[in-house]
Every structure is written in structure tokens, then in C-alpha cells.
């Protein structure tokens, strides 16, 4: 956004138009792609990864070893029981203190592990939403136009939390579970490849079932993320227009929305969640058969004095353990799940079309005089439906413009030309004798202040709000803007003074103060143009006549284009525009428009005798 604007100003809603858009909850067309281009954020951090795995390594290998030295005691046990002898206590103490540092060290390497990947995901992650916030800066005003704000906050916030709680766990969960399976079937193995066999048998079940499950929540991972980004948008909507809400008695269809809403995220929610969640059950019944082949074909091997009764012992806790990491495998498949399906929404955003890169013109900005030409110029929301049909104009230096029309006209559409927020379709808008397009987006902006009926002012200070207008401006010269707006005496009166720190959304200060600060942040600014939107309609007499200087003050030696409500305070303009359907139908001075007796004749007199009424 400009330094100097106070917001965009948005195109009328019934000429949106443009090229369709990822809907939020579309499925994800290219799963594997996704998947590496998520795992294409992780390569910077490939030796922190590395670490993880040694880590993960040694945290395994003391718990693979463990059951073994656990058999060992049973198998001593046994047998001194057997024969006949004393229990051998000098081994198992020696066992058990060897166990005390194998639990101590795998807890070290298992904190060491956690460590190191909270650090990779919170990077990554903090990449990815620099990388997002960066995107936004670059996309036209037509995307903001097409995607509701709740959306675009689902995608920022809740999508890259997912993502980052998915790669903090997920990732560590992985690469436990992969070494811990390889470690476990290697101690198999040696203790007795048939018993391994035996276990074996119930791991290509749980494959089968982790991937036939997962096929069917993934479609409902995506459309929670799509609802959850629906009803964002909605609670953003209503809570920025709650006062509207109110006003017109819609409470109750807001909170009747809202549940129907909510309830289609309750549904895909709790259906993802379930599906996914039959993963653990089902893994733990396979693993329950595991024991009991395992338990059978072990009792069978002890009799025959093939193997001891420790290592069946052993080989009961190695099946869990290798049960255990293909029953987090089914986390690890919701969690997987969930990242891509954000990772999709994330990735549509960073996929947009950006604004064109272009090269700054080699010209003195501070030598421009703010003379304005449009000469032909067609553009339209959507190309098919043009809503500036063939605009021309010639603006001289220091002139105030006002442009006034029904609603629709285009009077809007012509400031979003002049600030470059959308690029015209034919015909050229010249500054000086400059064409836009040879100035970048920058570069113009930075001849514009605006003025707009919808005040914006940041979390601040009143001090720094109108700093905002320029950088690095003095205390003396934000005092003079103040004054030259007529701010500097309502804002002396506040506890703070300039030191006050407005609330969100300036509530601590009234509607008329709101646009004197921000006048002044105009003043400061000096620009070379001007865009005046009329803000005095809501306001009491005595600060309509103080905004009202305030705005006559700011205009003087300056091309000023002033969006007119009230007719009766354009009089003063040198030429007055009048718009209807994109084409200019009257153009001359107040006087002479109400001597030719029509449209804005017609406009003005109906105000007059309205205003006579009231």
C-alpha cells in the first residue's frame, strides 16, 4: 500500500469480475507435488535435520536394546529357579544399573531431538509466513476484491499453525518411527529369524490399512480446512460490521449462519477425525494378533529348547514396539494429511498472479507540476463489461476536479486508474506529459494523498499517525500539519496529547477527529495530487466546518480530485465531472452546468429541496 493512501478503494461490487480462483476446500490435484514442495522448505535446515536423525538414532538404540538385557534377567530368573540355585543378584544388579543409564541417555537424546526440530519447524514455518506476507504486498487490488478477508487470515494463520504443528511432530515422529522399526526386526532377527517370521506376518495388514483409511479422511482434512476458512470469514465480517448488524436486527440471521456454518465444520471435522482415529483401534487389533502368534509359535520354541523364555519375553515387547511406531503411523497420517491440505490453500495463494515487476523511470518526481490527461482510455472489471467506455480529460496544474453521479457512474474506478491499483485496457493516462506506464506503481503513489470517507488510522500514537504521511518528519513540522488541519486544539485537549495512543479502530476519538488527523497526514505528506472523498456527513456542524478548511487549506496549489456526495460544496470546483454509466454527460463550472438545465441541474435541485425539507 502507498504511504500516503489511507485504504484501497475497492472496485463496486457489480463489476466484480475476473478469472476464477481456487475455491478454499478443492481437493488437492497433485498430492506428491504438494508434498515436495513442502518438504522443499525443510532442505535449508538438512543438517539440522541430520542431527535429529543421530539423535533419534541413539534415543532408539538404547530402547531397542533394553528388552534384550530385560530377557536376559527373565532367562536368569528362570533358570536359577530351575536348577535348583540362587538367583544370580551381583548380574541382576548389574543389569539393572545398565538399564537406569540406557533410560537416561535415550530421555537426553529424546529432549536433544525435540530441541533441534522445534527450532526446524519454527523457522520453516516463520520462512513460509515471510514468504506469504510478501506475496500479499505483491498482489493486485483485484485479489482482495475476489477472496474474503476471513479466507486470506484462515490461509496466513490457521493453515501455516497446522503446517508447523504437522512438521514439529510429524517429521520427529517419522524418523523415530523408521529407525525404531529397522533397530527392532534388526534385534529380532538375531534372537530368532523364525519368530521374526511369525511377527512379520501382521505388517503388511497394518500397511493396508493405514493407506485404505487414510484415502478416504483426506477429502475430509480439506473440506475442514475450507469450512474452518469459511466461518473465519464470516466472524471477520460480522464482527467489523456488528454495528450495521445491529442497527438493521439481523442478530439472529447472523448467529443462524453462523451455526449453519459451524455445523458443516462440526461435519467434515468430526468425520475426518473419526475415519483417521479408526487407524489406532485397528492397529492395536492387529497388534494384539501379533502377540498372540508370537506368543504361540514362542511357547512352542521353548519347549523344544530352541530358544530362552527371556528372549520370548524380549520378542513380545519388540512385537509391541514395532506395533507401536505403525499405530503412530496413523497420527502421522492425520498430521501429514492435515499439512498438505493447508499446504494446498497456502501454496494456491503463493501461486497467484503478481503484480508486474517494473523499472523505475528516470525522472525528477519533485519537477512534476500535477497536469493529468486521459486520452481515450477504456478499462472494465471484467474486459467484456467495460465500465470506462472512452474517457477523456485534460486537468491543469492546481485545478480541482469534482466528479459527481449516481452510483455505479465510475467515479471510484477512475481514482483506482489514477493510483494504478488496476491497469487501463486502452487509451493512456498521462501526468505531465508522462505516460502511467512508464511510471512504476511507486512512483506514482507517492504523488497522491488521500483523503477518504473511511478513515484509517493504525494502533499509535496520534503522533505517529500522521508521521505515516511522510518519513522522518520532525515534531515541528506534525505540529504544523495539525494546526494547518485544525487538529492541533482537540488534540492538546486529550490527556496525551500527541502522545495518545489510539485504540483499535480509533474509538477513543470521535468520527470527525478521525478525518482531521488524517488531513493532516495528508498535509504532511505535501503531495503533488490530490483525492478527496467527502467525510463530513456524519459529523456535527462545527467540525464539518473545521474538516471543511481543513480540506480547502490542503487544496491549495494542488491538482485536486474531489469524489462529491453534497453538491453544495463542490461550487467552488473549476470544472465539476458529471458521470453516469462510465462516460462523462456534463462537463463546466457549477454555473454553467445549472444553465444548461440538465442532469446535474436536475441532481443539484433535488438536494437543495431535500435539504429545504429537512
Do not use: C
Not at 475455491?23 to 504438494?34: A, L, N, Q, R, S
Not at 514442495?37 to 532408539?60: D, E, H, N, W
Not at 449516481?406 to 486508474?417: E, F, M, Q, S, V
Amino acid at each position: 500500500m502507498s504511504n500516503h493512501n489511507q485504504r484501497r478503494m475497492s472496485p463496486p461490487k457489480r463489476h466484480g469480475g475476473g478469472p476464477p480462483h481456487m475455491m478454499p476446500g478443492e481437493k488437492p490435484k497433485e498430492f506428491k507435488k504438494t508434498l515436495k514442495r513442502l518438504v522443499g522448505y525443510l532442505k535449508p535446515r538438512k543438517y539440522q535435520l541430520l542431527l535429529v536423525a543421530i539423535t533419534a538414532i541413539f534415543s532408539t538404540l538404547f530402547n531397542v536394546i533394553s528388552p534384550k538385557l530385560l530377557g536376559n534377567a527373565t532367562t536368569s530368573i528362570f533358570e536359577s529357579i530351575t536348577k535348583g540355585i540362587g538367583i544370580d543378584f551381583p548380574f541382576l544388579s548389574w543389569l539393572l544399573l545398565i538399564l537406569i543409564g540406557l533410560y537416561a541417555l535415550s530421555a537426553l537424546f529424546a529432549y536433544l531431538q525435540q530441541y533441534i526440530m522445534a527450532g526446524v519447524s519454527q523457522k520453516t514455518t516463520a520462512e513460509l509466513r515471510q514468504a506469504v506476507n510478501e506475496k500479499l504486498t505483491k498482489l493486485p487490488l483485484r485479489y482482495y476484491d475476489q477472496h474474503p478477508h476471513g479466507d486470506v487470515l484462515s490461509r496466513v494463520i490457521n493453515d501455516i499453525d497446522n503446517i508447523n504443528n504437522s512438521i514439529q511432530q510429524a517429521v520427529s515422529q517419522l524418523i523415530t518411527s523408521a529407525i525404531m522399526i529397522i533397530g527392532t526386526i534388526v534385534m529380532m532377527l538375531v534372537i530368532s529369524p523364525l519368530l521374526t517370521l511369525v511377527a512379520l506376518v501382521t505388517l503388511p495388514l497394518s500397511a493396508f490399512a493405514i493407506r485404505f483409511i487414510a484415502s478416504f479422511s483426506q477429502k475430509h482434512f480439506v473440506n475442514q480446512q475450507k469450512e474452518l476458512g469459511n466461518v473465519n470469514g464470516h466472524i471477520e465480517e460480522m464482527f467489523s460490521g456488528h454495528q450495521v448488524v445491529k442497527a438493521f436486527g439481523k442478530e439472529k440471521a447472523s448467529i443462524e449462519k453462523f451455526d449453519e456454518m459451524n455445523e458443516r465444520l462440526y461435519e467434515s471435522g468430526w468425520k475426518a477425525q473419526f475415519i483417521s482415529g479408526i487407524m489406532m483401534p485397528l492397529m492395536t487389533f492387529v497388534g494384539n494378533i501379533g502377540y498372540v502368534f508370537v506368543s504361540i509359535a514362542g511357547g512352542i520354541l521353548v519347549l523344544n529348547r530352541s530358544i530362552f523364555l527371556g528372549d520370548v519375553q524380549a520378542f513380545i515387547q519388540y512385537t509391541q514396539q514395532l506395533s507401536q511406531p505403525m499405530a503412530q503411523a496413523a497420527g502421522i497420517a492425520n498430521m501429514i494429511q492435515t499439512a498438505l491440505a493447508s499446504a494446498e490453500r497456502v501454496f494456491a495463494l503463493l501461486d497467484e498472479e503478481e503484480e508486474r515487476v517494473e523499472e523505475p523511470a528516470a525522472v525528477n518526481l519533485d519537477q512534476l507540476e500535477g497536469k493529468i490527461s486521459f486520452n481515450h482510455v477504456r478499462f472494465g472489471y471484467d474486459k467484456e463489461k467495460p465500465v470506462i467506455k472512452d474517457l477523456s480529460l485534460d486537468v491543469k496544474s492546481g485545478q480541482t476536479i469534482a466528479i459527481v453521479g449516481p452510483t455505479g457512474a465510475g467515479k471510484t474506478t477512475i481514482i483506482n486508474l489514477l493510483m494504478k491499483f488496476y491497469e487501463i485496457d486502452n487509451g493512456n493516462i498521462m501526468i505531465d506529459h508522462i505516460s502511467l506506464r512508464e511510471l512504476t506503481r511507486e512512483q506514482v503513489r507517492s504523488l497522491f494523498a488521500m483523503v477518504l470517507q473511511d478513515t484509517w488510522l493504525f494502533n499509535g500514537t496520534i503522533r505517529d499517525n500522521i508521521a505515516y504521511g511522510r518519513e522522518k518528519a520532525t515534531d515541528e513540522e506534525i505540529i504544523q500539519a495539525a494546526k494547518s488541519a485544525y487538529a492541533d486544539d482537540f488534540i492538546r485537549t486529550l490527556p496525551d496529547g500527541y502522545n495518545t495512543v489510539l485504540t483499535e479502530d480509533a474509538s477513543n476519538i470521535s468520527q470527525g477527529q478521525r478525518q482531521l488527523i488524517t488531513i493532516a497526514r495528508a498535509i504532511l505528506a505535501n503531495p503533488k495530487i490530490l483525492i478527496l472523498d467527502e467525510a463530513t456527513s456524519s459529523v456535527d456542524t462545527r467540525t464539518e466546518m473545521n474538516i471543511q478548511l481543513a480540506m480547502n487549506e490542503l487544496m491549495i496549489g494542488r491538482t485536486s480530485f474531489v469524489i462529491a456526495h453534497r453538491l453544495s460544496t463542490i461550487r467552488d470546483a473549476d470544472i465539476i465531472l458529471v458521470m453516469n454509466e462510465g462516460d462523462i454527460i456534463e462537463k463546466g463550472s457549477h454555473e454553467e452546468l445549472l444553465s444548461q438545465n440538465g442532469f446535474y441541474a436536475d441532481l443539484y435541485r433535488s438536494q437543495f429541496s431535500e435539504a429545504s425539507a429537512g
